[in-house]
């Protein structure tokens, strides 16, 4: 079996529904179900024994120490992060509790458990460590995508907290010869994902009959990947990737914000035409930038693609339709996630920049 962190998250609970959708290899999946973990997005692994969900922090040693002696998997993927740059911007202690201290936990943990593996299953056993595109900082819009080589720049504690991350889990593969894989992805979209990221922020507050705020000049640039692109690209990096090696997992699909916002509202005005007329894209407003905000995301995929065979199978086109359709067949979904501490997170993150938005 393969032991999943942060798997009730959204990649993580897409990556476990399409794991088990595409074999019978049971997940033991360890979350700590903080306000970005949600049990709902794998709802339909309720009576599935190849599921099994522990709540858990993976800086909790033991726990996971517990776990691998219990489970003996013959793999660990990391998805299990704070993952919001804005929430780092306004309280990044967690994000180097769970990001940094929590992945070296992980890695203690799981360098004992593989230390004591016969030669076999040691042979065999991969530590996936799932990361991003944004440790490699910003670009200007004519310097080339970022390759596997380039220098890490991070700009904001998340990036700074992966980068650590991404360092650590390199260390070990160096240090103490732990087989260690690691993902720097793009951004992704899709299903369950949590609305308080561009994407899906966009989709529930159009219908809702918000502002759509867009941060600052609306003209930074996102590589944009379908998150189920991004479960068969680690899929594929489990089966085949070489120990220590790292894999940028991208799109092709650069696109400035103000462009996807846009793209959103005219999915909407075809699918569900706003009850008052007009465009959706008469809600978009213009708010105070990000601090920091970069400007530019960019990945290179060809070593995947060269080395592993992986392409992504959807374009932005019909990634983006299914994924607004997605939200419009799914309002319980939405209106459960908008809790009281979503709302908490929206009037602090837009309340004073944007009335209107919440
Ligand atoms: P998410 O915030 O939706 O989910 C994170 C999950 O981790 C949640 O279920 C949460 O409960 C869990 N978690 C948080 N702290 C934990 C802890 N200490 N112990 C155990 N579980 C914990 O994030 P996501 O968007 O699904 O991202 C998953 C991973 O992919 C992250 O490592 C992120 O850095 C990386 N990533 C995300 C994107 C993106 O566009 N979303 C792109 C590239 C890489
Ligand atoms: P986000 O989804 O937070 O991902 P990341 O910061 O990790 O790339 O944001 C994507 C882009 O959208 C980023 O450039 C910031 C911008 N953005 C807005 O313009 N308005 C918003 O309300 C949010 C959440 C993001």
């Known amino acids: 079996m393969i032991l999943v962190t942060g798997g009730a998250g959204f990649i993580g609970a897409n990556f476990v529904l399409d794991w088990l959708a595409g074999q019978d290899e049971p997940v033991v999946n360890l979350d700590k179900l903080t306000y970005a973990g949600n049990m709902e997005n794998l709802a339909a692994l309720k009576t599935d024994s190849r599921h099994v969900f522990v709540q858990g922090d993976i800086a909790d040693g033991g726990l996971v120490a517990e776990l691998l002696a219990r489970y003996q998997p013959r793999a660990v993927i990391n998805f299990a992060a704070e993952s919001h740059v804005d929430r780092s911007i306004l309280g990044p202690e967690a994000f180097i509790q769970t990001n940094i201290v929590g992945t070296f936990r992980l890695l203690e943990a799981v360098r004992a458990y593989w230390n004591g593996l016969a030669s076999g299953p040691k042979q065999g056993f991969r530590f996936l460590h799932v990361s991003t595109d944004e440790v490699y900082g910003s670009l200007s819009r004519e310097t080339p995508a970022f390759t596997e080589s380039n220098a890490y720049e991070p700009n904001s504690p998340y990036s700074a907290s992966k980068a650590a991350s991404d360092h650590l889990v390199r260390a070990y593969h160096h240090t103490y010869g732990v087989p260690v894989l690691t993902t720097n992805c793009s951004n992704n979209y899709g299903p369950y994902h949590f609305p308080e990221k561009l994407i899906p922020l966009m989709i529930v507050n159009a219908l809702a009959g918000k502002a759509l705020p867009v941060y600052g000049d609306g003209q ?39 462009e996807i916002v846009q793209t959103i509202c005219a999915l909407l005005d075809e699918l569900r035409p706003r009850q008052a007329g007009g465009s959706y894209t008469s809600q978009i407003t213009f708010v105070k930038d990000r601090p920091g905000h970069d400007r530019r995301y960019a990945i290179d995929a060809h070593k995947l693609e060269r080395e592993l065979g992986w392409k992504p199978a959807e374009t932005f086109e019909t990634g983006i339709r299914k994924t607004v359709q997605w939200y419009l067949d799914n309002p319980d979904w939405v209106s459960r996630v908008q809790s009281g501490a979503y709302r908490e997170w929206t009037d602090r993150q837009y309340g004073q920049t944007a009335e209107s938005v919440v």
Do not use: F, M, T
């Open 220 to 258: 930074q640039i996102r590589d944009w990947l379908y998150v189920k692109d991004h479960c068969s690209a680690i899929r594929r990096v489990l089966e085949g990737g070489g120990p220590g090696e790292v894999y940028n997992v991208g799109g092709w699909n650069e696109k400035p914000n103000i």
